[in-house]
């Protein structure tokens, strides 16, 4: 089924089954994320919020309160920070 495909099933659905399909859309993406991360992760170090903190020298809720830091992933729920992109973003910032 192509994309065209769905966006045309959609079209044809009414209002009461958007709730619906945005759940499954949104289950999609999380699991497709989520397993992503999880092999993408095998060569690169996660740290938990404590150990990230203390890298980034700021509170684990200062990492906890910002959603778009660009090293922030979910594994298996659990928030967790990529250390080489916690490295790279620190490089970035200091010009």
């Known amino acids: ?5 769905v ?4 079209a044809e659905l009414g209002t009461d ?3 619906a399909v945005l ?3 949104a289950a999609r993406l999380a699991e497709t ?3 992503s991360l999880v092999e993408a992760s095998a060569d690169d170090g996660l740290l938990d919020a404590e150990a990230a903190a203390r890298l980034l020298d700021v509170s684990p809720s200062w990492l906890y309160h910002r959603p778009k830091l660009p090293f922030r992933v979910k594994v298996g729920g659990k928030l967790k920070f990529r250390r080489s992109g916690i490295e790279r973003w620190l490089k970035q910032r200091q010009g």
């Open 33 to 35: 994320r989520e397993v």
């Open 1 to 5: 089924m192509s994309v065209a495909d």
């Open 17 to 19: 089954d958007m709730p």
């Open 7 to 10: 966006i045309a099933a959609i």
């Open 23 to 25: 759940a499954a859309v």
